[in-house]
């Protein structure tokens, strides 16, 4: 899961220093673009599950954006882990 803590360390890293340009650092700064993206490559995941397209590259658009979108509300990865493994049964 190397891939998943570096987009986690991009994000937050790009929260302390901003990079002029970047796309990382539009989505953090800019919540409504953040939420219509989740939004957006949710919907493209579903279509391509449907059409059986693209799901891969599709799913990791939504992991993404799902980070950034995280990070720019301030929602840690980490607390979402720990609400995960409490609902083990």
Known sequence: MNVFDNLIKLA?????????GSYTNELLSNKSLSKAKVLEEINELIDAVDKDTNKIHEAADV???????????????????????????
């Open 63 to 89: 992991f993404y954006h799902l980070i950034m979108y995280l990070e720019a509300n301030n929602i840690k990865v980490e607390d979402v882990m720990v609400e995960l493994d409490k609902r083990k049964k």
């Open 12 to 20: 937050r890293e790009r929260k302390s220093n901003p990079k002029e």
